[in-house]
Structures are given as structure tokens and as C-alpha cells.
Nanobody
Framework: QVQLVDSGGGLVQAGGSLRLSCAASGRTFSSYAMGWFRQAPGKERGFVAAITWSGGSTYYADSVEGRFLISRDNAKNTVYLQMNSLKPEDTAVYYC?????????????????WGQGTQVTVSS
């Protein structure tokens, strides 16, 4: 079992930065691929970024490529999402996710574990 706790959201002006954290419990954290998703009001939850269990490979949605950076620290059981050059359209609830399969995280299908979400609001 893995429990995920998201944090780091808040209100920021356009062009600003935030760093989200996702702290995981469980001794098997380092064996899971991790990802971030987001859901804006009235929209479906969508993929943002993913990272393999080792951190050796990452993948991003086109809308955040070059602005967001996903990373992980397996010693701290934590995955991060550094968000730079934020835009109003980045406003959403952000969720971290964990699954044994990197492909499942990228596809957003049958993901084993989800965080509770953290609100990010970007003002214009």
C-alpha cells in the first residue's frame, strides 16, 4: 500500500513559480512510477507529467513542456513538480499519482494510488 499526500499549492501571479510536493508512505515508493495530473473546473482530469521509478526518464504534456519539471527523491519518498512561468490556464487542482507501470501513469489509466489534490490558482 502507498499513501500519497500532496502539498505546495497556492495563489500566484502569472509568470510566477510554485513547487508542489507529494509525500508517499510505504517502503516500496522507489519501485513506483509517479506522475502529476490536474483538473480544472468543468474539465476532466488530465495528465501533466510522469517520472520513472529511478528518475531516469520523464514525460510531459505539451502544454507544460519546458515550463514544468518533475523530479523525485527516493530517499525522502517524495516527488516534486516545479512549475515556472505559470499561466492562468494552469489553474487547477493538482493530484499526484503512483503506479508500478510508467505507461499506466502516462496514460492515466488504472492508476493504483492518488493523492488528495492541492489547489493551484494563477491570477492574471
Amino acid at each position: 500500500q502507498v499513501q500519497l499526500v500532496d502539498s505546495g499549492g497556492g495563489l500566484v501571479q502569472a509568470g510566477g513559480s510554485l513547487r508542489l510536493s507529494c509525500a508517499a508512505s510505504g517502503r516500496t515508493f522507489s519501485s513506483y512510477a509517479m506522475g502529476w495530473f490536474r483538473q480544472a473546473p468543468g474539465k476532466e482530469r488530465g495528465f501533466v507529467a510522469a517520472i520513472t521509478w529511478s528518475g531516469g526518464s520523464t514525460y510531459y504534456a505539451d502544454s507544460v513542456e519546458g515550463r514544468f519539471l518533475i523530479s523525485r527523491d527516493n530517499a525522502k519518498n517524495t516527488v516534486y513538480l516545479q512549475m515556472n512561468s505559470l499561466k492562468p490556464e494552469d489553474t487547477a487542482v493538482y493530484y499526484c499519482a503512483a503506479d508500478a507501470a510508467f505507461g499506466a501513469v502516462v496514460a492515466g489509466r488504472r492508476i493504483a494510488y492518488w493523492g488528495q489534490g492541492t489547489q493551484v490558482t494563477v491570477s492574471s
